[in-house]
């Protein structure tokens, strides 16, 4: 496509630009590179501009290929703790225009280095006007470094689904502080920055592992014992403020406690409350592919003791409360939704969930003594405050688990009050679920008090 100069001058709020540019380290062999600009979508009052070197073989991936993927970086991305105005992204020109699978040992880690001095003037051509200095001095382009854990990946399945659109199933394996992991995963074009799910998963033949060139041609099992999602643990390490009344229960004759979870995705969360701790269990998603594609490649069950509904979420509480009767409810409401909206940074629950008719739908499907789970993601301690002050006009009593990887905090509330919540005597329950999730996190339940935030 043909540019104006003059077209880069100005920041325009969410532009998107992708152009091809000759390659300067392969300029005889007419190779080009992909070039894609985006400015912030707000406004923003500095005039910081980066660039990122895509990684070579992840050309291909939604992260660097897509305006979505493009998006999440740059508000996730700063320079001097300031947040960017635009950040160019240049890579090489993709093999295909759909995800692909990668091998890190395709790739010399020299070629990942980015070509800062060959490119210094192409970055300087795509910089606003507000980034040059008023004393004329020509402003530097930081190129940030894109790094995770994935050594190798391959994809297992890409499909659309009518709420969530495009996804991708991908098998990957991770180095994780020098040890090898394998894990199944759910990603969603909208948003391929967050993993939507994931699974541990372990090579059927170790034998073969040892010598098999490609990563492809790996079979694998699934491990459904632990919870690799980062929050997923801590939710369910949340039940345990009311293990007092399900100690009690476990008493009766035929007792299984139910559970509700808003949000299914891959279904770790439904299978493990099922598996590992006995509860009947209602998963409720709004995309029906995204059940199909749970059970296809993530052990999804529906059986007598696993139902799972198709529906949105806040509806089918709103629903279930107009005809809720006490037999019917659940001891635990464990909610894993996060924004749908792909123009901000990742953040759960959606706006739309954290309204008090929606709380007082949800409080009124629960048992006396039930508990709600709910991870939260969020995207500045203002609204964190907001959340607390909402629940806390619902619900009798708050407490919360800070995951500690920076993001994710769960919040659980009570419907009742609980006396002595965080010193429960260790019954069958609680010491069933300390055995299968850290007790680290229960350890670190934190009772919040109504009067802990200022209005």
Request: hydrophobic fraction near 40%.
């Amino acid at each position: 496509m043909s540019l104006n100069p003059s077209t880069f001058e100005t920041i325009v709020p969410s532009r998107y630009l992708t152009f091809s540019f000759p390659d300067p380290h392969h300029h005889r062999r007419r190779r080009h590179l992909r070039v894609a600009v985006l400015d912030s979508p707000s406004a923003v009052t500095s005039a910081d501009v980066a660039a990122v070197w895509v990684p070579p073989g992840r050309e291909t991936d939604w992260i660097f290929s897509t305006f979505s993927g493009h998006l999440q970086l740059l508000l996730s991305s700063t320079t001097t703790n300031q947040p960017l105005s635009r950040l160019i992204l240049v890579g090489k020109t993709p093999s295909q225009s759909h995800p692909s699978s990668y091998n890190s040992d395709l790739h010399h880690p020299s070629s990942s280095a980015p070509p800062q001095q060959n490119l210094a003037s192409l970055l300087l051509a795509l910089s606003p006007k507000s980034a040059f200095l008023d004393n004329g001095e020509i402003p530097e382009i930081p190129f940030l470094i894109y790094e995770d854990d994935i050594v190798k990946s391959s994809v297992l399945k890409i499909c659309v689904g009518p709420c969530v659109g495009e996804m991708l199933v991908e098998n990957v394996e991770l180095e994780i502080d020098g040890v090898k992991e394998f894990r199944r995963r759910l990603r969603f074009k909208r948003m391929p920055n967050f993993v939507q799910s994931q699974i541990r998963i372990v090579p059927k033949s170790k034998s073969r592992f040892k010598n098999l060139p490609d990563f492809e041609d790996l079979d694998f099992e699934l491990d459904k014992g632990v919870l690799v999602q980062s929050y997923l643990s801590p939710m369910v390490a949340g039940i345990s403020v009311i293990s007092r009344f399900l100690e009690r229960q476990m008493n009766s004759i035929g007792f299984r406690p139910k559970a509700l979870c808003l949000g299914v995705g891959g279904g770790a969360l439904v299978g493990f409350l099922n598996a590992q701790l006995d509860f009947e269990v209602f998963g409720v998603d709004n995309d029906e592919v995204v059940i199909e594609i749970g059970k296809k490649y993530f052990g999804l069950e529906s059986n007598e003791f696993i139902h799972l509904f198709t529906d949105d979420a806040i509806k089918y509480v709103e629903t279930l409360a107009d005809n809720a009767i006490e037999g019917d409810k659940f001891h635990a409401v464990m909610v894993d939704l996060d924004s749908s909206d792909p123009t901000v940074s990742v953040c759960a629950p959606p706006m739309g969930f954290v309204r008090k008719p929606v709380l007082e739908a949800i409080r009124d499907v629960m048992r006396d003594e039930g508990v709600l789970v709910i991870n939260t993601i969020p995207s500045s301690k203002s609204d964190y405050e907001r959340l607390i002050l909402e629940f806390h006009g619902v619900f009798e009593e708050l407490y919360e688990i800070d995951t500690g990887n920076g993001d994710n905090f769960v919040l659980i509330a009570t419907k009742s009050k609980i006396e002595n919540a965080l010193e429960a005597n260790e019954g069958p329950f609680l010491s069933k679920l300390k055995s299968v999730v850290s007790r680290s996190y229960i350890d670190s339940i934190r009772k919040i008090s109504k009067n802990t935030i200022a209005v």
